[in-house]
Antibody, heavy 121, light 113 residues
Framework: EVQLVESGGGLVQPGGSLRLSCAAS????????MDWVRQAPGKGLEWVGR??????????DYAASVQGRFSISRDDSKNSLFLQMNGLKTDDTAIYFC????????????WGQGTLVTVSS | DVVLTQSPLSLPVTLGQPASISCRSS???????????LHWVQQRPGQSPRRLIY???NRDSGVPDRFSGSGSGSEFTLKISRVEAEDVGIYYC??????????FGQGTRLEIE
């Protein structure tokens, strides 16, 4: 069974930093692109960024709203995905979901349960 | 960036009746590969999202056959043949044909009337 479990959320002051983790199991983690998606309170889904797999050089892409502040990395040996968030703003308050390739062109796109990040003074 | 526009944004439906959600793109979603990476995601109240339909019309594993997707180019539709209580939630279209960025529609809230 595929599982994605996020952790690391919490309350942080504006300008602060936070590192989210996502533990994956039930599939060959290293084969897949991985995404972070967020959802502000009462709002829709917003793609945050993506990291490709080793075959695609682990390259990353980000939404314009987080470019230069957020960084995605992965450790395939530990089946783990990370989101380093720096320079946090109140607008970054959201539930952050990790997901297995949300635009995968084959069956099986999975999402975690999410972790809440609150940016407030 | 590709803009996805969903309609309606709110959809009250009687149990057992059909429902239909439209998703229109600001540009054709046909990828250079020839495939169209337009998908549908369901988010039930208090739950994380799950994908229902991939590449316009293919159901993901475990998705009931009352859900179907159709469309081409820049106009797409998600249909539910007979709405059940468990279908309450918000439905999003999402595109991966022209990224970054991956973009979502605004979401359509389906409720039972």
């Amino acid at each position: 069974e595929v599982q994605l479990v996020e952790s690391g959320g919490g309350l942080v002051q504006p300008g602060g930093s936070l590192r989210l983790s996502c533990a994956a199991s039930g599939f060959i983690f290293g084969d897949y692109f991985m995404d972070w998606v967020r959802q502000a309170p009462g709002k829709g889904l917003e793609w945050v960024g993506r990291i490709r797999n080793k075959a695609n050089s682990y390259t990353t892409d980000y939404a314009a709203s987080v470019q230069g502040r957020f960084s995605i990395s992965r450790d395939d040996s530990k089946n783990s995905l990370f989101l380093q968030m720096n320079g946090l703003k109140t607008d970054d308050t959201a539930i952050y979901f990790c997901a297995r390739d949300i635009t995968h062109g084959a069956p099986g796109s999975y999402w975690g349960q999410g972790t809440l990040v609150t940016v407030s003074s | 960036d590709v803009v996805l526009t969903q309609s309606p944004l709110s959809l009250p439906v009687t149990l057992g009746q059909p429902a239909s959600i439209s998703c229109r793109s600001s540009q054709s979603l046909v990828h250079t590969s020839g495939y169209t990476y337009l998908h549908w995601v369901q988010q039930r109240p208090g739950q994380s999202p799950r994908r229902l339909i991939y590449k316009v019309s293919n159901r993901d594993s475990g998705v009931p056959d009352r859900f179907s997707g159709s469309g081409s180019g820049s106009e797409f539709t998600l249909k539910i043949s007979r709405v059940e209580a468990e279908d309450v939630g918000i439905y999003y279209c999402v595109q991966g044909s022209h990224w970054p960025p991956i973009t979502f529609g605004q979401g359509t809230r389906l409720e039972i009337e």
